[in-house]
């Protein structure tokens, strides 16, 4: 047996008193995919920092083909054919594709020669792995799948034999993931490893050859992927058994709670975001926008939710609300029934450094059971808080402690509590479970589905398909700015959505 | 007005914008790299002092220089202490800096001269004097003739006119400001250094995982504005004037930042904006009242002119201006 391309032995790393590695030892065979799949704060991406010279371990050895190696920096990794494709392109976004290969790697300190070798490189590596890139566009006039196969060329333009993916497919749409993919499994062809670390169980059964699970700063397990399941990769990341799956009851459409006609939302940049949209949402059931990011339902989330001003017409159970001006604030969407869990609960939904209890009662705090006098009562608010976190299983329950110091999944179990508990006719959910780990997940989704039960209407917005698929009962494919399509969820799959989603029209749109 | 009132005013406001130009590229190259440098001013006021001061002593004007370009650098070294190792608020370090300059260089000044905050008037050797071109009408040739230089290129050639008057006859720093205009477009877009400088300034993240030093490039890009700005202050005082005055650079540093601002970063369209500011001051100097229809235009308003400008187009009136993406921001590597 070959030497393994990398090897980590027994690597620990502490920030303070949180533990982020423990005594992590793992074993990667050259020439394969090897996935690592584990929940936010699992330790993932500090591990990989380690290997990218951004963190020394505190303790602990890497192997790279057989040799032991120092990585104190990224000079060092990537010295040691280490190459790193990050969640967040490196990328300068006003220079060229061969700029922004050659950044780093220059030959000499005169940048022509440099660019007319990475020019022909750069040729070479299109035809040996089937990865095309204009070298002379700007990087943002490029899609976000051809900046992925830029950080890849980066990569191999540096001689990488060990590629690093974090989340590789968060921003791209199922095609783009797709074509990811193949590129990766050419690479794997050719003699190169790959490491991949995602978060989405499907990917990992699809396409890796061993996988190795992280829960708590701790690898749980390694396995071959052909004899693993999602169910036992998932409890192995939970630590529980965990509902994959959604349980639902056919809905039970009733009437017209949200009528949305020729809506339309233009941004501070004048940019039309969102283009003479129609869309109706019934008691009982969710109306599922699916789209790549940035295609306008950020935009139609937040004129709905007052947040934004926008032209044409929306009426809640009938009656009219206006879409700029006087009563078209946050305020009175919620005083007429609409209640907002927003896409970024960090930005939107809370105030980090302020306590749960006020959080808790932000947007609702001059309901009559908060006041006292003049005052708020705070006392009320705080029993109300431990009420809601008991009822949503916030850990810790805590009302003192500052939003910050939660979870993710716990935040997010904050938000939903304070809009849920309202009651209200029309709940508009963003990305409910991004950046929530899969514990979480399933219980925000069993809350977003017993609302449904109880006859309200649901307006979810959401970039994971499985979500939209698994929660839905129509879906609404968004592209820039205009409907696409809307399918009964149980009668459409990824594929059509995916088509839909690169803006290629439906037959019957 | 006769051509060669003109070519004296154009003369004027090369020597006007030298300063400019050459804070001006301090400027750039510090935020092309992501600094934010308003203290500009201050560098070139403690340059101007400390040249002028060193050349007043010893004589040698090129010990002040060296001198006003040392003083100049102590304060980037400073900038970069507080914005690049301690991931300070670069806008209130380059202010500190500013009060800092403003303060210690009348100090000093005083207490080694003592003449109310001033260094001795220079004499011809303590300063950066007029180059004479080949072939132009200078001081020489006025002297053999027995006659005043003016009256010599008055009767000259329109050719050697603007030869002798526009392009001859100005300090060795004005014709160095006017070569780091090449210069510095030639290292930012032709050299492995311009192009990682540029992008420590627009994203640090990818400089940083390309496995280059963003501290490094950062600390080498103020280092190169400490130089630039102890050129500028060093012209101001042994060049432009014979000695350092309080508060002599008056707001040059930030009409420098307007310039840049106006030039949207980009070395070739400074030299533009640095004459343009070069060319109102110079206006304002050679025409101290106008009579425009009648209404004769108190001097104050020529004086206000360059001020006014800047602040039009810092109010954003001169069209959208990009700066680098990163400006402002200290790098700290993210999890």
């Known amino acids: ?509 | 007005m006769d051509f060669l009132t003109l070519i004296q005013v154009l003369d004027s406001t090369v020597r006007m914008a030298t300063p400019l130009l050459l804070a001006c590229l301090a400027g750039l190259f510090s935020e092309r790299a992501g600094i934010f440098d308003i203290g500009l001013e201050g560098k070139m006021l403690m340059a101007a002092f400390f040249s002028a001061a060193v050349a007043a002593v010893t004589g040698n004007v090129w010990l002040g220089l060296l001198a006003g370009i040392g003083a100049s650098m102590l304060l980037s070294g400073l900038h970069g202490l507080a914005s690049i190792t301690f991931r300070g608020n670069q806008l209130i370090s380059g202010v500190a800096l500013n009060f800092l300059a403003s303060g210690l260089t009348v100090l000093i000044a005083e207490s080694w001269f003592r003449q109310g905050g001033r260094t001795p008037s220079l004499l011809t050797e303590g300063r950066f004097n007029g180059i004479e071109l080949p072939f132009a009408i200078g001081p020489s040739e006025a002297e053999a003739a027995g006659r005043p230089l003016s009256e010599l290129i008055g009767e000259a050639n329109v050719i050697q006119q603007i030869w002798s008057e526009l392009i001859s006859g100005h300090s060795i720093l004005v014709y160095v400001a006017a070569l780091m205009v090449p210069l510095t477009w030639w290292v930012l877009f032709r050299t492995r250094f311009g192009l990682r400088l540029r992008a420590v300034g627009e994203n640090p993240a990818a400089v940083d995982t390309a496995g280059v030093s963003v501290r490094g490039l950062r600390f080498a890009a103020i280092g190169i504005a400490g130089v630039l700005c102890g050129i500028a202050g060093a012209y101001l005082a042994t060049g432009l004037q014979a000695g350092f005055v309080k508060e002599m650079t008056s707001g040059r540093g930030y009409i420098a930042l307007a310039a840049l601002i106006f030039a949207k970063w980009r070395p070739w369209h400074a030299l533009g904006a640095c004459l343009l500011f070069g060319l109102l001051q110079a206006v304002a100097l050679r025409f101290q009242s106008i009579q425009l229809g009648g209404v004769s235009i108190p001097v104050q308003v020529m004086d206000a002119l360059p001020y006014v400008l800047t602040v039009v187009i810092l109010a954003g009136f001169v069209g959208k201006a990009i700066p680098p993406r990163a400006g402002g921001q200290p790098y700290v590597k993210e999890r």
């Open chain 1, 1 to 509: 047996m070959t030497a393994p391309a990398i090897e980590l032995k027994g690597i620990s790393k502490a920030f303070g008193p949180v533990q982020a590695n423990k005594d992590i030892s793992i074993s990667v065979q050259p020439g394969t995919i090897h996935g690592i799949i584990g929940e936010n704060g699992a330790g993932k991406s500090t591990l990989m920092s380690i290997l990218y010279g951004f963190y020394k371990a505190d303790k602990g050895e890497i192997w790279i083909k057989g040799t032991k190696t120092e990585i104190p920096d990224s000079q060092a990794a990537i010295a040691a054919g280490i190459g790193m494709v990050f969640q967040h392109f490196k990328l300068v976004e006003n220079f060229t594709v061969l700029e922004n290969i050659v950044l780093g790697a220059e030959d000499s300190g005169l940048l022509m020669p440099s660019l007319s070798r990475a020019r022909k490189e750069l040729k070479e590596l299109e035809e040996e792995y089937e990865l095309y890139v204009d070298p002379d566009k700007r990087i943002d006039e490029i899609g976000v799948g051809m900046q992925q196969r830029v950080e890849i060329l980066k990569a191999l333009y540096r001689k990488a034999e060990i590629l690093i993916l974090d989340e590789p497919t968060g921003v791209l749409t199922p095609a783009e993931a797709d074509q990811l993919f193949r590129i990766l499994d050419r690479l794997r062809s050719e003699g190169k490893t790959i490491i991949l670390i995602t978060h989405k169980l499907r990917e990992i059964m699809e396409y890796t050859d061993t996988v190795s699970v992280m829960r708590r700063g701790q690898m749980t397990a390694t396995v071959k992927t052909a004899e693993s399941s999602p169910e036992q990769l998932a409890e192995l990341m939970v630590g529980r058994k965990v509902l994959l799956r959604v349980d639902k009851v056919p809905a039970t459409p009733g009437k017209p709670i949200l009528e949305i006609e020729k809506l339309s939302v233009v941004d501070s940049a004048g940019v039309q975001r969102v283009k003479d949209i129609d869309l109706t949402v019934r008691a009982g059931e969710i109306l599922g926008i699916a789209g790549v990011a940035g295609n306008g339902q950020s935009e139609l989330l937040e004129v709905l939710g007052g947040m934004r001003d926008g032209t044409g017409s929306i009426r809640i159970n009938g009656q009219p609300l206006p879409l700029s001006g006087k009563g078209s604030d946050a305020r009175a969407r919620r005083h007429a029934g609409i209640a907002h869990v927003p896409e970024d609960r960090q930005r939107e939904g809370l105030i980090m450094d302020f306590h749960a209890w006020e959080n808790v009662a932000f947007g609702y705090h001059r309901e009559d059971i908060y006041k006292k006098g003049l005052f708020l009562d705070n006392a009320a608010l705080r029993a109300d808080t431990e009420a809601k976190m008991e009822k949503f299983d916030v850990r810790p329950p805590n009302p003192w402690l500052a939003a910050k110091s939660f979870s993710g999944g716990n935040q997010q179990k904050i938000v939903v509590a304070r809009e849920i508990e309202r009651n209200p006719d029309l709940l508009l959910i963003g990305q409910p479970t991004r950046g929530v780990d899969i514990g979480a997940i399933e219980f925000i989704h069993q809350q977003i589905m017993e609302l449904r039960d109880q006859g309200k209407a649901i307006l979810l917005v959401s970039v994971e398909l499985e979500e939209i698929l698994s929660l839905s009962d129509r879906v609404a494919v968004m592209f820039d700015g205009k409907i696409m399509g809307e399918r009964p969820a149980d009668q459409t799959d990824e594929k059509e959505l995916g088509l839909l989603m690169a803006g290629v029209a439906g037959e019957a749109a």
